[in-house]
Nanobody
């Protein structure tokens, strides 16, 4: 079992920046960020592989968000710039245990989830 702990959420003005962090209790493979607004499904934001650092982004965040990871610290980051009001929601960290195959953009690809961190962008 892997525990994931997110941090870095908060309140920011539109156009501002936040950096989210997700620390895993032990080594994880592909890790990703998803977000979920009240009453809506959880949607893919970004993902990063452990092996070669390949990154994946949802179109709506491409060019504004940057995903990265520090394998030595078992930590993944999401740098969010040029934030918009529509980015307001809860962000979840996810990790794959290395045994599943599929798309890093799919919810089913991940085995472990964090509790979520709230991001609020004031317009």
């Amino acid at each position: 079992q892997v525990q994931l702990v997110e941090s870095g959420g908060g309140l920011v003005q539109a156009g501002g920046s936040l950096r989210l962090s997700c620390t895993a209790s032990r080594r994880s493979y592909t890790m990703g960020w998803f977000r979920q607004a009240p009453g809506k499904g959880r949607e893919f934001v970004a993902a990063i592989s452990r092996s070669d650092g390949s990154t994946y982004y949802a179109d709506r965040v491409k060019g504004r968000f940057t995903i990265s990871r520090d394998n030595a610290k078992n930590t993944m980051y999401l740098q969010m710039n040029s934030l918009k009001a529509e980015d307001t929601t809860v962000y979840y960290c996810a990790a794959n245990n290395g045994l599943k195959y599929g798309s890093p953009q799919s919810l089913d690809y991940y085995d472990y989830w964090g509790q979520g961190t709230q991001v609020t962008v004031a317009s």
